[in-house]
């Protein structure tokens, strides 16, 4: 049981529903209120729903009818998974924050839609402050007095954010191509930007993200003053590819047809989905070997080299802080350093799974602690890679964060942080090709969210959510960072007790750990004792996994736990890897034609894996190390058993 001293005690509803008493009585106080608010909007106008009709039979029967469609709904539900227990050690998912649960439920009373503040005057505000809240944990500049200034907004989720990321990279690394096709067929030149008759693509390609938005800004503020600005801008937006679509802008310009967008062989299949969206198609994606399960720069350059002799343009980098399988953190501060030798692709971070870890690298002001700060209360982390890595992300040009993942929030909320708010400008639908506003227009346009982003209407309650969490626990090292501390933690202990567990195993199996972690996500790989076959050894350890996955026709009570899994293929390990996990495990590891190799997957995101379940047990992660146990040596006797008849 958590100590009452536990700083984290207060802010989820806890597994046993401890704080049940607070849920229950502030929630009833809050929809009460709701109920106040809408009785006393117009209270002199007659009640449109009258008393008598109270008490007709066809509005009881509406009432039975919807109680009993409820009790159905709830019954159903009890099938649910129960990731909100310590037993629960599978997917991106835990406990909510019980500040933005309730945060939620009751602004979903008020149905604010942030597509636009008409409809949503409180919320979009809030969304907007989330976004602020976000980029400044990642260290960006919030300030709109100066240039850049980021912008964060939410999403559906991580596939919609970096959709979305894809689709401003687009729009802003092909703007200055459709800007010489503008003037040349014009014979209108801006002066003072780099875009010159005899530009190339390969030299307009080369321009930076940031660049090309002072670009925009000046063809905007060159056709507001000069007589020619009309004619320009009119061709300008003929030949943007938001008018002409993929396919004919890449006939005006052939190199792109064979456009790369470079990911990690890690990389999640949301950037598959994302480049058939956009018209890229699969064969656009471009996989970086990995080492470790994380891309370096090394790799990344060499990958880069072999694009430009093939004379494929590069659309964008996607580095990944989090990977969903592993939990690695790509060294985002190499692949920044890479960009200044191969100037121009789009850097962004695909932070889905471990955006909200640079918490715990910030302080209360915001500033970058350093690592020794950081290392407090940790046995490994975080490595100096990392820290290099989560210093950088303030200078991708942008990053997915889930709050739904690492935030504790229902899902519903992903997001979307840009490091210069003018790219919106780019997509923006309200007066396109236009760059520049009104002075002090700035800060009140984005409030019509939906004209520059992605999605249209979408709930505000989400944004409500995420603000009141990260207002009672700000996205600091003191604050959320304890949170994360805690996951952190965790993992670490996990891996402190596998030296042991290894032991108790050995009379039955092998057992490595793949990737060293990174963060809070761990996996595990079995090999019985004396099996050289991969497949045998894969087909051990999906049996042992069915002791721990889900089925939708088994009681969940009947699981003592519950993880997840995934299959690392071969091609993504590197030679070394390849020799020592063979190594741990005693298999060969050569063969191409292998599948790859079967994992268990944990993640570590409940705040109460340390906590004892009971008697005789110290921690859940020890509970959990016991039943492996058994289940490995139920599972070793029965295949014994079964061979041997
Ligand atoms: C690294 C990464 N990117 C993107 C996603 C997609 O996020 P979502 O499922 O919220 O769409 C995930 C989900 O696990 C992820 O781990």
Redesign the pocket.
């Given at each position: 049981m958590a100590s009452m001293t536990d700083p984290l005690a207060p802010y989820f509803l806890g597994a046993y529903g401890e704080n049940n008493d607070f849920f229950e009585k502030t929630l009833l106080e809050l929809v009460r209120d709701h109920v106040f608010w809408r009785r006393n909007f117009h209270p002199e106008d007659e009640p449109p729903i009258g008393t008598h009709d109270q008490y007709g039979r066809a509005y009881l029967d509406g009432l039975a009818r919807t109680r009993r469609e409820l009790h159905q709904l709830t019954a159903a539900l009890k099938r649910s998974v129960p990731s909100f227990h310590p037993r629960y050690l599978g997917?991106?998912v835990s406990d909510l924050l019980l500040p933005g649960l309730i945060a939620q439920l009751v602004t979903t009373l008020y149905n604010p839609n942030n597509i636009v503040e008409d409809v949503a005057p409180i919320t979009v505000q809030l969304e907007l402050e989330v976004g602020r809240q976000l980029a400044r944990m990642l260290g960006m500049s919030v300030d709109p007095g100066r240039e850049p200034c980021a912008l964060g907004h939410l999403?559906?989720?991580?596939?919609?954010?970096?959709d979305e990321a894809l689709w401003l990279a687009r729009s802003a690394r092909l703007l200055p191509l459709a800007l010489r096709d503008a003037s040349e067929a014009t014979g209108v030149w801006i002066p003072e930007v780099p875009v010159r008759p005899g530009s190339t693509d390969v030299e307009l390609l080369a321009i930076g993200a940031d660049e090309v938005l002072s670009v925009a800004r000046r063809v905007s503020s060159f056709c507001a003053r000069d007589p020619r600005g009309t004619e320009l801008l009119a061709a300008f937006g003929t030949c943007r590819v938001e008018e002409l679509g993929l396919a004919a802008f890449a006939d005006r310009h052939p190199s792109l047809k064979r456009m790369a967008l470079v990911v990690p062989a890690t990389?999640?299949?949301?950037?598959h989905k994302a480049a058939s969206l956009l018209g890229l198609g699969g064969a656009a994606l471009v996989e970086v070997p990995v080492r470790q399960a994380r891309m370096d720069g090394a790799r990344l350059e060499a990958a880069l080299s072999a694009l430009r002799g093939d004379g494929r343009p590069v659309l964008a980098v996607v580095g990944?802080?989090?990977?969903?399988?592993f939990g690695t953190l790509d060294s985002v501060h190499e692949l920044l350093a890479v960009r200044r030798r191969f100037p121009g692709f789009w850097l962004h971070v695909?932070?889905?799974?471990?955006g909200y870890l640079p918490t715990l690298f910030r302080d209360r002001q915001g500033g970058l602690l350093d690592r020794d700060a950081v290392r407090e209360g940790f046995r490994y982390f975080p490595s100096e890679r990392v820290h290099r890595a989560t210093a950088a992300l303030a200078e991708a040009d942008s990053v997915?964060v889930?709050p739904?993942?690492l935030g504790f929030v229902p899902?519903g909320a992903?997001a979307l942080v840009v490091r210069d708010r003018r790219v919106l400008d780019l997509v923006q639908q309200e007066a396109p090709y236009v760059f520049a506003s009104p002075p002090g227009e700035d800060e009140r346009r984005y409030r019509k969210l939906g004209r520059y982003i992605l999605e249209g209407s979408k709930p505000g309650a989400a944004a409500a959510a995420c603000y009141v969490n990260h207002r009672v626990l700000p996205l600091d090292h003191e604050h959320f960072g304890k949170l994360l501390a805690r996951s952190v933690q965790t993992c670490e202990r996990l891996v402190d007790r596998i030296a042991g567990l290894r032991e108790e195993l050995a009379p039955w199996v092998r057992l490595s750990i793949p990737f060293e972690p990174d963060c809070n996500l761990v996996c595990l790989a079995f090999n019985p004792k004396d099996n050289r076959s991969l497949r045998a050894a894969n087909a051990f350890g999906r049996r042992l996994f069915a002791t721990i996955d889900v089925r939708p026709d088994r009681p969940v009570q009947l699981r003592d736990f519950f993880g997840s899994c995934t299959t690392v293929p071969l091609a993504h390990l590197g030679v070394e890897e390849l020799a020592r996990i063979g190594d741990e495990l005693q298999l060969e590891l050569t063969r191409p034609d292998d599948d790859g190799v079967f994992l268990f997957r944990h993640t570590l995101m409940n705040p109460w894996l340390q906590a004892s379940p009971g008697p005789g047990e110290p921690s859940y992660i020890d509970a959990y190390c016991h039943f492996l146990v058994r289940q490995v040596k139920l599972q070793s006797e029965a295949t014994k058993a079964s061979s041997a008849s």
């Open positions: 997917h991106m999403t559906s989720g991580g596939t919609v954010a970096n990389a999640h299949y949301s950037w990944v802080y989090g990977t969903t399988e695909d932070a889905a799974w471990g997915t889930d739904h993942k899902f992903g």
